[in-house]
């Protein structure tokens, strides 16, 4: 028997190895077009980023070495350039002597592989524009980086080799622009779960481009220039191209051979082209995938070389073995971060109009009190009828493959939620915990599923109605670094005795870190009579990830990610503080109660798991006057120095924005009118308005029509003695028994001035907001149904908040 194989990498190659294991008589002539057969094309990026630093490494196998065990012909350089099947003959071309010749074979296995995708778009042909396929790409790179020292490079396109190429151009001291058509970056991903991503390039310094197209490339000098769609302009030393691949389908097209929809070719479950004779495999074909049942296009070396061994058993057997399809299991390495998908994504599932559901669960890698523990973000989506898990997302610093193979073999399997919760690992604290990070995405799911909460998704939060209150069960120092905007804090702990500050007729959203006592929440409220609730999947965390804005950093070398620009000191006191493990506010409130054993000038030096962390020690520091000599994520491990500086002046507002906050502690009619005048001419120039009622402001901002509300004998007597709405308030000056606020409406009238109320009206027409202090309304009998429905309920650290991104603050 005489078998051809065209295509001598991974699916090739294992398909001539295993037809010799199992044949030893048979004539076997494998051809590649290029010099390498059997070379690890994913670790390719590693070698040019001197990772990997031998280049003989990336040879599984070399071609004497090949030829030597298993006795193959092996062709490199030639190609096959024409199929006739009819003649059961293929035409080969040698590349190097030109010589054309032909070959008859009884089976023929076509393992084409993929080809870069690379558009017309002008200026492409530039010497300084490369794609990365195979190793005469990897040298062609590499010769460039090390002759030509590059100090800028731009990757256009945001997949898994564009990242693996970003991390490795940056680990050669190359500033790296990332510049992506689509609005995230790793598209197997769903957006919220790249975010993570986003945010860690960022970190790294790596400047990223969203929702943005090359234009058109111009070399000028020594640079090129990459013209985008947005009319943006990157200079750059050299581009890397990495915006997809496609099936190279051309011998099978001109021999007739089935193409299916997607372009690839099409075969049978035994891996059959529509030429009986004629397998292929690897990233040419199209396969099934296991969640959606359709076909596929998906280019992974581990599906190659399962069907490169059906493909070789069903050559010398007969058609015994069948390939079953793929969920596209795959993993990436990005910098610090693992990144890794199984099964189908919100994306996939939505165009197939599969109905599912999802949930966010951060977990830690292993036992948080063990030394190491870093962040590990699963997302999951399945059926809400059967509980079928049809995908999983998996992003953290460590145990991130174990996690994302144990849920892909439910995935294959066809298996549920049920199945993650079942699923028993080895359990020790350097490696696990007694409840895997896996069991506590099937025990959330699990109480999805079975209706012991309901959740809302970090996308619905920008349009919840008017009438939803969103309740923050965090403690106040989590609250005070940060929120849902309009959020109050009630902290979870107290929520049972504060119950009474929550309307059951309106609807109410829970949040906390990561969800899980937004859960707690969720149970405390429906079991006291509460049913119009539900909780923020992946709490505060998924939310601000998702929603944070992409900075853009200028063209320049990297440098280590000082703050302070004040070099680092030798000397003084230093103290090193170890909060990983702990989640916020953990790792803040260490930070607060050893900065207090410092001296004016000198540091200490914390390390922090919560990857919130870098964000709220820089917020920390602006609060209280604190320095941030340095913040640094080492694989996923935050690292901060803080020098202490001279407490912050209490009456002298730091300010950081250009908003505007407001304190109406009067209930005059004079001051009031005031307060909204002010408020809505900031308004009106765009500016944020926060207005914080306290006391006797809070008379301003009642109902005229109020419900009945039960009351004690203190706060039935405040409601006696004080103004029951803005109708009834009285002048500072010049009262006269009612009389001039009387006379003040009249003339305001008159000279066609706004009353109070329509200037109340106007302000929630501008979006100013309007809280009422928690603490005045609970001295002062004041419940909620009584205010305006679109005050909004908090304490001195809403207030606070608003207040440091203000540089207007009026006391009234």
């Known amino acids: 028997m005489k078998y051809l194989i065209i295509g001598g990498v991974a699916g090739g190659a294992t398909v001539a190895a295993r037809l010799r294991r199992m044949d030893e008589k048979a004539d076997i002539i494998l051809f590649e077009r290029g010099k390498y057969v059997s070379y690890a094309n994913c670790g390719l990026p590693y070698y040019i980023g001197d990772t990997i630093n031998d280049r003989n490494k990336l040879f599984v196998q070399t071609v ?41 074979y009884n089976k023929l296995v076509l393992s084409p592989g993929a080809e870069p995708l690379r558009p017309g778009i002008e200026g492409i042909q530039s010497k300084k524009i490369f794609t990365l396929r195979n190793v005469p790409d990897t040298d062609t790179i590499k010769n460039y980086v090390n002759k030509e020292k590059p100090q800028q490079a731009v990757v256009v396109g945001g997949g898994f080799i564009g990242l693996e190429m970003a991390e490795n151009l940056h680990e ?16 197997p991903l769903d957006y919220s779960m790249a975010a993570i991503v986003h945010q860690h390039l960022k ?85 099934k ?70 949930s966010y669960t951060h977990s830690a890698s292993h036992a948080g009190y063990y030394p190491g523990a870093v962040p590990l973000s699963i997302k999951v989506l399945f059926s809400p009828e059967s509980g079928q898990l049809f995908g999983a997302q998996v992003v953290g610093f460590g145990g991130v493959d174990k996690r994302i193979e144990m849920m892909a073999q439910v ?5 549920t939620i049920y199945d993650l919760i079942s699923l028993e690992q080895a359990y020790a604290p350097p490696y696990s915990s007694a409840k895997d990070p896996v069991n506590m995405a099937g025990y959330v799911a699990e109480n999805i599923l079975t209706g012991k909460v309901k959740v809302v998704q970090w996308r619905d939060i920008a349009n919840l109605d008017k009438d939803t209150l969103l309740v923050d069960v965090r403690t106040r120092d989590e609250y005070n670094l940060g929120s849902l905007p309009g959020a109050i804090n009630i902290p979870v702990d107290e929520l049972r005795e504060r119950l009474s500050e929550l309307p059951k007729d309106k609807p109410i959203i829970v949040s906390c870190a990561i969800g899980l006592r937004g859960y707690l929440a969720y149970r405390i409220l429906e079991q006291n009579g509460y049913t119009n609730i539900r909780n923020l999947s992946g709490g505060y965390k998924t939310w ?114 250009d908003n505007k906050t407001l304190i109406v502690f009067s209930d005059d009619l004079d001051k009031a009118l005031a307060s909204f005048v002010i408020a809505n001419g900031a308004a009106s120039t765009g500016k944020k308005v926060t ?4 006391f006797w402001g809070l008379n301003v901002i009642k109902k005229r029509k109020k419900p009945a509300v039960s009351k004690d004998i203190f706060g039935k007597m405040f409601g006696w003695m004080m103004p029951s709405h803005s109708g009834k308030l009285k002048l500072s000056k010049m009262n006269m028994a009612g009389a001039g606020s009387w006379m003040m409406r009249l003339i305001m009238k008159r000279k066609h001035i706004d009353s109070l109320e329509s200037l109340i009206t106007q302000a929630t027409e501008n979006g100013v907001e309007m809280i009422a202090c928690t603490m005045s309304m609970d001295v002062m009998g004041v419940k909620k149904e009584e205010l305006l429905d679109t005050v909004t309920l908090g304490g001195v650290a809403s207030y606070l908040e608003r207040a440091e991104e203000a540089n207007v603050n009026l006391f009234i």
Request: hydrophobic share 35%.
């Open 64 to 104: 004497k070495g090949f030829t030597d065990r298993f006795r193959i012909d092996i062709r490199t350089e030639q190609e096959v350039t024409a199929i006739y099947p009819d003649k059961k003959q293929v035409e080969v071309k040698n590349l190097s002597t030109g010589e054309i010749y032909t070959e008859t």
């Open 172 to 187: 050669l001291g190359i500033h790296v622009t990332i510049i992506e058509m689509a609005n995230q970056v790793m598209a």
């Open 203 to 287: 970190e790294k310094k790596v400047n990223l481009l969203l929702e943005d197209g090359v234009d058109r490339f111009e070399e000028k000098g020594n640079n090129i220039i990459v013209h985008l769609k947005s009319g943006k302009q990157v200079i750059s030393d050299m581009v890397l191209l990495s915006i997809g691949v496609r099936p190279e389908t051309k011998l099978a097209k001109e021999a007739n051979l089935t193409l299916g929809k997607l372009g690839g070719i099409e075969v049978n479950k035994y891996m059959q082209t529509s030429d009986p004779d004629i397998y292929a495999l690897g990233d040419a074909i199209e396969v």
């Open 289 to 358: 995938h296991l969640v959606t049942g359709k076909p596929a296009l998906i280019p992974l070396a581990g599906p190659a070389n399962k069907q490169g061994r059906i493909v070789a058993d069903n050559i010398v057997f007969g058609n015994k073995e069948t390939y079953q399809g793929t969920i596209g299991n795959s993993i990436a390495k990005v910098f610090d971060l693992t990144v890794a998908t199984a099964g189908a994504n919100a994306k996939l599932l939505k165009r197939e109009q599969i109905i599912y559901c999802s």
């Open 411 to 415: 995935i294959q399997r066809k298996g």
């Open 544 to 657: 601000h990830t998702a929603t944070a804005k992409i900075a853009q950093h200028n063209n320049s070398v990297p440098n280590k990610p000082i703050i302070d620009d004040e070099p680092e000191r030798t000397s003084g006191k230093l103290i090193k503080i170890d909060a990983c493990g702990l989640q916020c506010p953990g790792p803040v409130l260490q930070l607060k109660k050893h900065y207090s054993d410092l001296q004016t000038g000198e540091r200490l030096r914390i390390t922090a798991t919560d990857q919130g962390f870098a964000k709220d020690v820089s917020s920390w520091c602006n609060m209280t006057g604190a320095r941030l000599v340095e913040v640094e994520n080492k694989a996923g491990i935050i690292h901060a120095t803080i020098e202490k500086g001279e407490a912050k002046n209490a009456c002298k507002m730091i300010t950081n924005g």
């Open 691 to 694: 207005m914080f009622f306290t």
